[in-house]
């Protein structure tokens, strides 16, 4: 099992701008995040199906599914895992931890198929 701490990532709203764009704040954020994993992977990557489970911390306005989307697709711009489809990442989970304020933690394991 890998665990990475990441920075809070922007809210979906503030990602895009029209529509495709990728936003000042998400770059600086996704330019962080990837600096971050690739420290912490040491260039492991993960070519079978995984389990990832992500705690954030609580903030009642934000959707807890914006944190799933942006990570995960980091972790794959990154090289930790192959692919974010099903077959590759058939387990998802994500928790409210009260204990974080200013990070997100990642928890990367192989699971049996």
């Given at each position: 099992m890998i665990e990475y701490s990441l920075p809070v990532?922007?809210?979906?709203?503030?990602?895009?701008?029209?529509?495709?764009?990728?936003?000042?704040?998400?770059?600086?954020?996704?330019?962080?995040?990837?600096?971050?994993?690739?420290?912490?992977?040491?260039?492991?990557?993960f070519d079978a199906p995984v389990a990832i489970a992500i705690r954030v911390p609580y903030n009642p306005r934000r959707d807890l599914d914006n944190y799933m989307k942006v990570t995960i697709d980091a972790l794959v711009t990154a090289g930790v895992i192959v692919d974010d489809n099903m077959k590759r990442v058939p387990v998802k989970s994500i928790r409210v931890d009260r204990s974080l304020q200013d990070e997100i933690r990642v928890a990367i394991k192989l699971v049996d198929e």
């Open positions: 990532p922007p809210s979906t709203n503030a990602m895009y701008i029209k529509g495709r764009i990728k936003s000042p704040v998400y770059r600086r954020w996704e330019r962080e995040a990837l600096w971050m994993i690739k420290i912490d992977a040491g260039g492991v990557t």
